[in-house]
């Protein structure tokens, strides 16, 4: 059984302030997405990384796969109020095909 | 453009009802799976499904459960004689060939919450 374990569950940080978080497992992933879902709607995909190593970028959102593709990292840079929200990784399995394994999803609230 | 549709957006049922959740992918995705969602955790694989095929159904609990995707109309989760804890939020997902590839995200709806008393 494959697994994600995010961390922090919760972050509750002042508007200005840079965060990090993490996903981490002991599988390899072909692909693994990172999504942002609001109260009472569903998960928004924000980005697809595949390559080990890689880099992607989306305004102040950094994301990284690590080179094992095993674990992913989200770095937000100047949090605003506007980022609050729960951020959920998920990875697409090399023998799982089209099933997506979700973390348990971090609570990021940014205070203005 | 219409994103994917669920309905309803809220259920209630009292134990030993029958649920049934429908969803509409976007158009033109083939491809539709179903996720369950507890309260303050992650979501859980159920069910993929292409069009009158299911595909994967290793999430779903073999009791009770069930889903289709009929070559016309949305696909439909059933849950049969519910029990309390089968209250969470379902979500569907769709995509237009694969998904969890860098080609072809994965498009959620807004979930359809489903309350047991």
């Known amino acids: 059984t494959q697994l994600l374990e995010q961390s922090p569950q919760f972050l509750s940080i002042q508007e200005g302030e840079n965060l990090t978080v993490y996903c981490n497992s002991s599988?390899?992933?072909?692909?693994l997405q990172w999504y942002r879902q609001e109260p009472g709607e569903g998960p928004v995909l924000l980005v697809t990384?595949?390559?080990?190593?890689e880099v992607k970028k989306l305004k102040r959102l950094t994301f990284q796969f690590g080179d094992a593709r095993k674990d992913s990292s989200l770095h937000i840079t100047a949090a605003q109020p506007g980022d609050t929200g729960l951020y959920l990784c998920?990875?697409?399995?090399?023998?799982?095909?089209?099933?997506?394994?979700f973390g348990e999803g971090t609570q990021l609230t940014v205070n203005p | 453009n219409a994103g994917v549709m669920q309905n309803p957006r809220h259920l209630v049922r009292r134990r030993g009802q029958e649920a049934r959740l429908r969803c509409s992918p976007m158009?033109?995705?083939?491809?539709v799976y179903w996720y369950r969602q507890l309260p303050e955790e992650g979501l859980k694989f159920m069910v993929y499904?292409?069009?009158?095929?299911?595909?994967?159904e290793s999430g779903m609990p073999k009791e009770r459960f069930s889903a289709e995707f009929p070559k016309e109309g949305p696909s439909i989760l059933r849950i049969q004689q519910v029990v309390r804890g089968d209250s969470a939020a379902y979500f569907c997902?769709?995509?237009?060939?694969?998904?969890?590839?860098?080609?072809?995200?994965?498009?959620f709806g807004n979930g359809t919450r489903l309350t047991v008393t």
């Open positions: 499904l292409q069009k009158e095929n299911i595909i994967d």
């Open positions: 990384v595949v390559t080990g190593g």
């Open positions: 997902a769709s995509s237009p060939f694969v998904g969890g590839q860098d080609n072809s995200p994965l498009h």
């Open positions: 158009k033109g995705h083939s491809h």
């Open positions: 998920a990875g697409a399995g090399e023998t799982s095909g089209s099933r997506l394994t």
């Open positions: 599988s390899v992933f072909s692909s």
